[in-house]
C-alpha cells in the first residue's frame, strides 16, 4: 500500500491560483497512476484529473479543463495539481488517489481507487 499526504490548500480570493502537492511513500511511485478528487459540503465527491504511471496521458473534468494541471515528478515521488482561475464553485477537500495498475479505466471508477490522503481545505472567496 501506498500512503498518501496532501498539502498547499488554504484560502484564495476569486482569480486566484493554489498549487496542490501530494507526497507519496511506502510503495514504488512510478508503479501507480495518480488523481485528484474532490467534495464540497452536500454535494458528492467527483474526480478533477488524473495522470498515468509516466505522466504521457492525463484526463480533465470539464469544468476545469484550462485551468487547472495535474503533473508528477516520479524521482520526488510527488504530484501536483496547479489550479489557476479559481472559482468560489471550486471550493472542497481535495484527495490525492493512487491506482496501482498504473493506468485508469476510461470509467475512472471509485473501485479502480487503492489509497487516498487526509484532504487539504481549498476555499475561494468572491
Known amino acids: 500500500q501506498v500512503q498518501l499526504v496532501e498539502s498547499g490548500g488554504g484560502l484564495v480570493q476569486a482569480g486566484g491560483s493554489l498549487r496542490l502537492s501530494c507526497a507519496a511513500s511506502g510503495r514504488t511511485f512510478s508503479d501507480y497512476a495518480m488523481g485528484w478528487f474532490r467534495q464540497a459540503p452536500g454535494k458528492e465527491r467527483a474526480f478533477v484529473a488524473t495522470i498515468n504511471w509516466s505522466g504521457s496521458s492525463t484526463w480533465y473534468e470539464d469544468s476545469v479543463k484550462g485551468r487547472f494541471t495535474i503533473s508528477r515528478d516520479n524521482a520526488k515521488s510527488t504530484v501536483y495539481l496547479q489550479m489557476n482561475s479559481l472559482k468560489p464553485e471550486d471550493t472542497a477537500v481535495y484527495y490525492c488517489?493512487?491506482?496501482?495498475?498504473?493506468?485508469?479505466?476510461?470509467?475512472?471508477?471509485?473501485?479502480?481507487?487503492?489509497?487516498w490522503g487526509q484532504g487539504t481545505q481549498v476555499t475561494v472567496s468572491s
Open positions: 488517489a493512487a491506482q496501482r495498475g498504473g493506468y485508469w479505466s476510461s470509467r475512472r471508477t471509485w473501485s479502480d481507487v487503492d489509497s
